[in-house]
């Protein structure tokens, strides 16, 4: 499969040490020592910048990124989608060989695949997910769906081990799939990192067109009306809001603009009990650079392609381009919320 040419310009990670660089020489913080392994799941809706967080989380030391867990059956298994790393999901070093129950990944048939999507995966709907608060449809999922879960949750016990990791990332964002994990605390813990970006922003950029580049050559993603996109921004956020009371002392909420800015400041300032200071840095040259390595990452944004010294954009173009329309429709379907992440929204 033909990628764009900035991947070949790409670092690896054997290029760089090659190179005498030191993977980390970007990073001042790194996640603080954690008595047992730890995930950490990124919830938001999505084009709020994830897949750069993960990147970035995932090149801390002792760290890595399994990119959006939830497509694992979908996007990797059945469409042998592009890891991150750039080999097909069949052809990678890291998928292939690990094991859900006593079959490994690559002899899993589609037809398992299709239900796993259905059941536990992406393809799952809102309705076959236990209501984030009620407890009888909760308790039915569970019953339902305890087998996989086991399973589910050997894979990432062993995504822990394959990878040598104390730390992994899952970007898969939905307050949905993020229930498989939520009670599921045996050989990890797990926390939950809240990303929100400004409605007229995630607007902006659901409208545009923007290529796949993990399937084939051409393919789109899905482009949203502004009052489709907004709908679901506002929908999403609350469920993901829940996790403050669902899991108050394992939730953290950071806004990407603050995180484009100053990504280490951000995640030090508002998920401070995770991070800590780690030798070596140069933190404060230029606050929106970090240092990416490739991620065996299933799915997400191209972004999660682009490696080496990466500069955050936080990308503020909307605010010239969207409509009057739009900013109203933000405002009224997003306004409280918004401002109560610390969006100035104008009045309603
Ligand atoms: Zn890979």
């Known amino acids: 499969m033909h990628l764009p040419d900035r991947h070949s310009r790409a670092f690896s990670p054997v290029q760089m040490l090659e190179n005498g660089l030191n993977m980390h020489s970007a990073v001042s913080i790194g996640f603080r020592q954690h008595a047992r392994p730890l995930l950490v799941y990124i919830l938001g809706w999505g084009r709020s910048g994830s ?21 694992l059956w979908d996007r990797g298994v059945m469409e042998d989608g592009i890891c991150g790393c750039e080999a097909a999901f069949s052809e990678c070093a890291f998928w292939p060989d690990l094991s859900f129950g006593a079959q490994p990944l690559k002899a899993m048939d589609s037809e398992r695949a299709r239900a796993l999507t259905r059941s536990i ?28 879960l086991d399973l589910l949750m050997g894979l990432y016990a062993e995504a822990f081990e394959r990878s040598q990791s104390r730390v992994l990332i899952d970007a898969s964002k939905s307050p949905f799939y993020a229930l498989n994990l939520l009670y599921e605390q045996r050989s990890f813990d797990v926390v939950f990192l809240h990303l929100v970006r400004d409605p007229r922003a995630v607007l902006h950029s659901w409208k545009k067109r923007k290529p796949r580049e993990d399937v084939s050559e051409g393919q789109l993603f899905p482009r949203y009306s502004s009052t489709r996109s907004l ?7 609350a469920e993901c809001e829940r996790f403050a009371h669902l899991a108050p002392d394992r939730y953290y909420r950071v806004r990407f603009e603050d995180f484009a800015e100053n990504w280490q400041r951000a995640l030090a300032t508002d998920a401070a009990p995770l991070f800590e200071q780690v030798p070596g840095g140069r933190g404060g040259e230029n606050s929106r650079a970090a240092l990416v390595h490739a991620q065996h990452s299933i799915s997400g944004n191209p972004a999660r392609f682009i490696l080496g010294e990466v500069t955050l954009d936080p990308n503020t173009s909307w605010r010239d381009e969207i409509s009057g329309t739009d900013r109203r429709l933000a405002r009224m379907i997003c306004g409280p919320a918004a401002r109560r992440y610390g969006y100035v929204m104008g009045a309603v």
């Open 231 to 237: 709908l679901q921004w506002a929908v999403v956020n």
């Open 51 to 71: 897949s750069v967080m993960a990147n970035i989380l995932g090149s801390m030391p002792d760290a890595a990124s399994l990119g959006e867990m939830r497509y």
């Open 121 to 148: 995966g992406s393809g799952a709907r809102r309705r076959q997910f236990p209501g984030l608060h009620n407890e009888r449809s909760r308790k039915t999922y569970f019953d339902r769906s305890a087998g996989d």
